[in-house]
């Protein structure tokens, strides 16, 4: 491994190993990995794991209290790090830093709505297994079998909403489902309120998002985390 740069000199390096890895779709998997004893995070937040010069960052999905670590991450076909990680072997040793991020959530009298898009889901996993109930949430995915960990998010959510692509050739997908983009059905069946918005994935659903809530839903607070 490459040795740490000056920078990374002053932030401390966690060594962590892989206790297992396990696909949720063709393209998404879960990686569970072993958790240093003087780590601490924030539901929400994220590590930075060190690959040779490689630096790829990934949201938390267990909560503060669990006794490992866990990540959900998309394989990017051609991707320099994705396609490594999706291959490690339980025992591999990993390197990371963090706790790193202000993804976290903020109780307030307002009503929560998050916004994800794909592995965009990842933080509000680690925020629900710390307790975090009554939200809205929804997740946009290409098709219903991305809607992963929905056994989780259904019965803490106050509304569910998966939001599939308008394309998608579906049957069963369940009740409560949207086709078109996470935007669109804001912008058709949001009540007009003030919300605190979370909004975690793609940078173009974010700047929808956000452009959507000045116009629509004044007074709202927008937290965001933006992965690509
Ligand atoms: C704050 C933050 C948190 C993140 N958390 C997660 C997480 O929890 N789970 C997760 O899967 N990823 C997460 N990412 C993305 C992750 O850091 C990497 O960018 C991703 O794994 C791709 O790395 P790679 O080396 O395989 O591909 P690269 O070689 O870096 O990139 C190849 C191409 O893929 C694009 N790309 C990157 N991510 C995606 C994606 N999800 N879908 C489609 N195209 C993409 C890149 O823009 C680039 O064009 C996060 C990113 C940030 C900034």
Redesign the pocket.
């Known amino acids: 491994m490459k040795p740490p740069t000056s920078k990374e000199q002053d932030v401390q390096i966690y060594c962590t190993e892989v206790l297992d890895r396990f696909w949720l779709t063709d393209r998404?998997f879960e990686i569970k990995l072993s958790k240093p004893s003087t780590f601490r995070f924030m539901a929400g937040q994220?590590i930075r794991l060190l690959h040779g010069a490689?630096r790829?960052?990934?949201?938390l999905?267990t909560a503060p209290h669990d006794p490992t670590l866990a990540?959900?991450?998309?394989?990017?076909e051609?991707?320099?790090?994705?396609?490594i990680?999706s291959s490690a072997e339980p025992g591999t040793r990993l390197s990371f830093t963090g706790p790193?991020?202000y993804?976290t959530y903020r109780p307030s009298n307002k009503p929560a709505v998050f916004v994800a898009t794909?592995?965009?889901i990842?933080?509000f996993l680690s925020m629900v297994r710390t307790g975090v109930t009554d939200f809205t949430l929804l997740h946009g995915v290409h098709e219903a079998k991305s809607l992963y960990y929905q056994d989780i998010f259904r019965p803490a959510a106050r509304l569910y909403i998966p939001c599939l692509a308008a394309d998608a050739d579906e049957t069963g997908s369940g009740e409560n489902v949207f086709r078109g983009r996470v935007s669109h059905y804001l912008a058709e069946h949001l009540a007009p309120n003030a919300y605190d918005f979370y909004l975690c994935?793609?940078q173009e659903m974010i700047r929808d998002v956000t452009l959507l809530v000045d116009e629509k839903f004044p007074g709202s607070l927008i937290y965001t985390?933006?992965?690509?």
């Open positions: 998404v994220r490689i790829r960052d990934y949201s999905i990540l959900c991450l998309k394989m990017i051609g991707g320099e790090y994705s396609p990680l790193m991020g993804f794909g592995t965009g990842a933080p994935g793609r985390e933006v992965f690509y």
